[in-house]
């Protein structure tokens, strides 16, 4: 039996971030945090735990199942380590900034960690990046919110994409005007998820013919625009139809190069949201290429209970932007072996190299600057490329 303990094993869904991809992950997150202060969203930091009534009030509490609970030694209440940041935003801006001129631009970027990672995404610790936009009820605010996290991952060059929204408050409005409740609502809510149309069918009745058509219209924005325009709907249902395209009309003034869907029954994930949602993707190859969530966002319900507050925000994930960018080209390396020119190898590093300073006697430096990485080495102060510098010195 072997007793020698797995010191590099990790739970499930956990795994280290090395070199390169640590470095590219935080430019990535350098330059999404970049674009969203430049739309005036200012960065604030909650905390990693918070108690758990704070943590799961409002908004929060669509995330209770996903969250890791723990005594706290010091209060002994009971607390949770965040399984998602807008929330805790959330908090902050109903508190903190509650007197903060509305509408209220907040950003954050931080780690979450989640009992259990969703099919799409199985990790369980997850890298955040998101802007939440407080105090803003019309569909400028929406059109704003899916703009900046456009532009956002379109300024780290993520390839070939594309948003698609939906509007999670549309199926309850329609099933509401036709009186389905209790269990057949949910059996019907299971098959809407699941795009069965012959069981949709059987358990709506008479709304039968319009849920099956707003099954049938997800696609294309204009397609599936056109198809929600011929179909007779209930009042409320009308006024999120309505919402739809004033959104979709500003989407395509702000970004006219966005790959742009609509799905009008998909809720998962959704489900704390009340309008107004979308989730972005990317294709790396535009032809076999697999699809990668990058985040997601909506309309939803900030402060509390007592004193409401319109919101929209959108949450992006840094995990999976990173397995849709292109390699990235790292920055030269060049080994300074001592002695060197101290002067000569900090002008080298504001030109964008990578000095690694040599830290004793060597007796081929050029064998040593290959084994460490280095495509150049100082040699009297010139930056010469290994493969031509002598084999001793």
């Known amino acids: 039996m072997n007793d020698v303990p797995q010191t590099a094993l990790l739970p499930a869904g956990l795994y280290d971030l090395l070199p390169p991809e640590a470095e590219v992950e935080a430019e990535v997150i350098a330059r999404l945090t970049g674009v969203l202060r430049a739309h005036g969203y200012q960065r604030v930091k909650p905390p990693l735990v918070e108690f758990e009534e704070t943590l799961f009030a409002c908004a929060g509490a669509a995330m209770a199942a996903e969250t890791f609970r723990l005594m706290d030694p010091i209060s002994h209440r009971m607390i949770g380590v965040r399984a998602d940041m807008t929330p805790q935003v959330a908090r902050i801006a109903g508190t903190r900034l509650a007197h903060a001129p509305r509408p209220l631009r907040l950003s954050y970027a931080g780690q979450v960690l ?77 098959a809407l998820d699941h795009k069965d149309v012959a069981a949709v069918a059987a358990l709506a009745g008479e709304a039968g013919a319009v849920l099956t058509s ?25 006024e999120a139809r309505t919402r739809l395209g004033e959104v979709l009309d500003g989407i395509a003034a702000a970004m006219p190069g966005l790959k742009v869907t609509v799905d009008p029954v998909e809720n998962r994930g959704f489900e704390y949201h009340t309008g107004i949602s979308f989730t972005f993707f990317a294709r790396v190859d535009p032809e076999h290429g697999p699809l990668g969530e990058l985040g997601r966002g909506g309309r939803y319900q900030a402060g509390s209970a007592a004193a409401p507050e319109p ?46 300073a040599g830290l004793g006697p060597v007796a081929d430096w ?22 031509s510098t002598p084999a001793k010195r």
């Open 214 to 238: 707003l099954v049938a219209a997800a696609g294309p924005a204009k397609s599936a625009r056109a198809a929600l325009d011929a179909l007779n709907l209930p009042e409320a249902a009308c």
């Open 311 to 356: 919101a929209t925000g959108f949450t992006l994930y840094t995990d999976t932007i990173l397995r849709t960018l292109p390699e990235v080209a790292s920055l030269p390396r060049i080994l300074v072996p001592p002695g060197e020119d101290r002067a000569r190898a900090a002008a080298l590093r504001t030109e964008g190299w990578v000095t690694v």
């Open 114 to 190: 989640r009992v259990k990672g969703p099919e799409m995404r199985p990790e369980r610790q997850i890298g955040q990046v998101g802007a939440e936009l407080i105090g803003a009820e019309g569909p400028a605010a929406d059109v704003e919110a899916i703009a900046v996290a456009g532009e956002a991952l379109a300024a780290v060059g993520v390839p070939f994409l594309s948003v698609d929204i939906t509007l999670p408050t549309l199926v309850p409005a329609v099933v509401a005007a036709y009186g389905i409740e209790g269990e057949r609502a949910a059996a019907l809510r299971a």
């Open 366 to 387: 050029a064998a040593e600057a290959r084994r460490l990485g280095c495509s150049h080495l100082l040699a009297r102060g010139t930056a010469e490329p290994v493969s």
